[in-house]
């Protein structure tokens, strides 16, 4: 059995849905932000970065939420949300799933924690502000890339449009959320129609109904 070590609507979210989606045999051991759990002795014994998520699988502890995507995409034997080996759109799942954390949820990082940026309380206010932008662009080219697929990769779902979602519910406070976009939004919804994410989203208690 799978253990995800998780807290709702963190970056534990794509790992999630993707164990939902491969009807993988899991369960969830909450850790408590709000206590600051992910520092505690405990859990620093099992992830060193004090950070949510961490998978522990038939010996394997393992903690960054891409990394536990692809691991949990390389136990499904039907291969749904991960391109096999040889198959052409296999290097495109890895440069989004790159870009997604890389970049999007990088420069958002930076926005929602600002003050973990700065020695300064005046400085705050004045990344969050020069972070929008640069988010508002990253989305930007998101939209037009869906403008020619349905999904990232097609016409069917991978685990990037698992973490995509993620990150877009992250951005709704942004000057121009994900949902102020015309493809981004159609994407949502879409995804937001799963039967797996509702499950899921279920379980930790976000809202879908603006979606609907």
């Not at 749904?80 to 790159?98: N, S």
Request: net charge negative.
């Amino acid at each position: 059995m799978l253990q995800l070590h998780y807290y709702p609507d963190n970056a534990s979210l794509a790992p999630h849905l993707l164990l939902v989606e491969t009807q993988a045999d899991y369960e969830l051991k909450l850790v408590d932000r709000n206590a600051n759990a992910q520092k505690s002795e405990e859990y620093l014994q099992l992830n060193p970065a004090g950070r949510i998520p961490t998978l522990v699988h038939d010996g394997l502890v393992l903690f960054e939420s891409p990394a536990i995507c692809i691991y949990i995409c390389e136990l499904d034997t039907t291969s749904q949300f991960m391109p096999p080996a040889g198959h052409p759109d296999r290097p495109l799942f890895f440069q989004w799933l790159a870009y997604l954390n890389n970049t999007l949820q990088a420069e958002f990082m930076l926005w929602r924690y600002p003050e973990n940026h700065t020695a300064s309380a005046e400085g705050i206010e004045g990344i969050k502000a020069a972070q929008d932008p640069r988010l508002v662009g990253i989305l930007t080219l998101l939209d037009k890339e869906l403008d020619r697929k349905r999904f990232l990769l097609g016409e069917t779902t991978s685990a990037c449009d698992h973490f995509l979602f993620m990150l877009a519910l992250w951005c709704e406070n942004l000057s121009r959320p994900p949902t102020s976009f015309p493809n981004l939004l159609r994407f949502i919804r879409d995804m937001s129609r799963k039967a797996a994410v509702q499950e899921v989203c279920e379980i930790e208690k976000i809202d879908l109904s603006r979606y609907g």
